[in-house]
C-alpha cells in the first residue's frame, strides 16, 4: 500500500521510486495529488515540500477541473477531431486498400477495411499523430537546439498519458506525447523548449523559469492556450513540478 500525507484539506498518495529527486503532480479529473519520491525521503520532509507548494497545486487543481473534456470517441463519420488547433469531421470511408488517414480542408479522411473495431480506428489515428509530431519538430528542434546549445541524445514521439512531455537529462532524452498534434502547433514548441531547457536545468526552480523567459518570452500564453483547448476523456494530462 503506497503512503499518503494530509495537506490542507486534500490528501496527497506518496509513492517510492528509484529515483533522484522528488516529482509532484497533479492528475485529473479531480485534481488528484501524488508524490513520487526516492525511498530515503522521510514523510515529514514530504509534507514540508508539499505545503510549501500548496499554492501552486491549488492553481493546478482548478485549471484542471475547469477544463473542458471530450466525450468519448467512436471513430464513425461525422464526429469531430482535431488537428494543429483545428476541428476537422471525421470521414471514414471503408474498403480493400491499406488503411491511411488524410487530412483535407475540412475533413479529416480515414480508409478503413470493412468491419475495422474501435480500438484498431483509434490505433490508426494515433500512429497519424505520432507521424504528425515528428515531421513537426524536426525544423523546431534544428533551430532551438542551436538556440539552447543543447545536444539531446533521443527525442522520442509517443502516446503517454500522463504528460505532455518529459526529459531525462542523465541521459539526454527527450519525450513527446504524440497527443500534442491536437494542439495548436505553438503548443507543441512550447513543451518541446520546456523540455530542452531542462538538459540545462533539471528542476522548476528560478533559473529554469528565467531561462524559458529569456528563451521564451510567451511560453505562460502557450500554456494557457494548451490548457484551454477540451482534452480528450482519457487524457491524463497534469500539472509537475520536481524538487531536490
Given at each position: 500500500?503506497?503512503?499518503s500525507?494530509?495537506?490542507s ?18 492528475h ?7 508524490i513520487a519520491a ?5 514523510l ?8 510549501k ?6 492553481e493546478?487543481?482548478a485549471?484542471?477541473?475547469a477544463q473542458?473534456?471530450?466525450t468519448?470517441?467512436?471513430?464513425v463519420?461525422?464526429?469531430?477531431h ?11 470511408i471503408?474498403?480493400t ?18 468491419g ?13 499523430y ?7 519538430i ?8 542551436i ?10 514521439v509517443?502516446?503517454?498519458?500522463t ?12 519525450r ?13 514548441e ?29 511560453w ?7 490548457n ?5 476523456h482519457?487524457e491524463?494530462e497534469y500539472?509537475?513540478?520536481?524538487g531536490?
Amino acid at each position: 500500500m503506497p503512503d499518503s500525507i494530509m495537506v490542507s484539506d486534500f490528501r496527497i498518495d506518496v509513492v517510492r521510486k528509484a529515483i533522484k529527486n522528488v516529482h509532484l503532480t497533479v492528475h485529473p479529473p479531480d485534481g488528484r495529488v501524488r508524490i513520487a519520491a526516492p525511498a530515503r525521503i522521510q514523510l515529514d520532509t514530504l509534507r514540508l515540500y508539499a505545503i510549501k507548494k500548496l499554492a501552486w497545486i491549488r492553481e493546478q487543481r482548478a485549471v484542471i477541473r475547469a477544463q473542458a473534456r471530450e466525450t468519448a470517441r467512436d471513430f464513425v463519420s461525422r464526429e469531430s477531431h482535431y488537428v494543429w488547433g483545428r476541428r476537422y469531421l471525421l470521414r471514414v470511408i471503408e474498403g480493400t486498400e491499406t488503411p491511411f488517414i488524410v487530412l483535407k480542408p475540412r475533413s479529416l479522411v480515414m480508409q478503413l477495411r470493412p468491419g475495422t473495431p474501435t480500438d484498431r480506428r483509434n490505433a490508426l489515428l494515433a500512429t497519424w499523430y505520432r507521424e504528425q509530431v515528428r515531421a513537426a519538430i524536426e525544423p523546431l528542434l534544428m533551430h532551438w537546439t542551436i538556440a539552447l546549445n543543447v545536444a539531446p541524445e533521443r527525442v522520442i514521439v509517443r502516446r503517454m498519458k500522463t504528460m505532455w512531455g518529459s526529459c531525462t537529462p542523465t541521459s539526454l532524452t527527450i519525450r513527446l506525447n504524440t497527443e500534442l498534434a491536437r494542439k495548436p502547433p505553438e503548443c507543441l514548441e512550447y513543451i518541446l523548449v520546456h523540455e530542452l531547457i531542462h538538459l540545462l536545468e533539471p528542476t522548476h526552480n528560478e533559473r529554469f523559469i528565467a531561462l524559458m523567459d529569456q528563451h521564451l518570452s510567451n511560453w505562460r500564453n502557450r500554456r494557457a492556450a494548451l490548457n484551454r483547448l477540451p482534452v480528450r476523456h482519457d487524457e491524463w494530462e497534469y500539472g509537475t513540478q520536481r524538487g531536490q
